[in-house]
């Protein structure tokens, strides 16, 4: 019988695939085709997100599109063999607590 061994939390990350690999490569590089493809396909998903937390269709699409800029600024930030999708639902949800930071708080 083998020893137990704990799993790490990277191994329970998703895999990547190649494709999304050479997305996020060319992101990194500047190319706006690559992280359009590397991101796009989440936009539906994002938007739903934030129409959950804001329940305003306009502020949620307003959301998604600010939070699509700041992945764009920071997409070096994300771990290279790491999905997309968490991090850039991470980006929504946090914009998202923005803005209704900001419509409730006067100062």
Known sequence: MEPFTPLSPYDCIQQVSEGEKSLLAGA???????FDALVGPHIDGAFGLA????????AAEDAVQEAAVK???????VRTGA????W????????????????????
Do not use: M, S, Y
Not at 28 to 34: C, L, M
């Open 28 to 34: 990194r590089e500047g190319d706006r085709d690559a």
């Open 51 to 58: 129409f959950g937390l804001l329940h305003d269709r306009e």
């Open 71 to 77: 992945a764009w600024r920071k997409i070096g930030n």
């Open 83 to 86: 999905p997309v999708r968490p």
């Open 88 to 107: 850039f639902f991470g980006i929504v949800a946090n914009q998202c607590r923005e803005q209704r930071r900001a419509r409730w708080c006067p100062w």
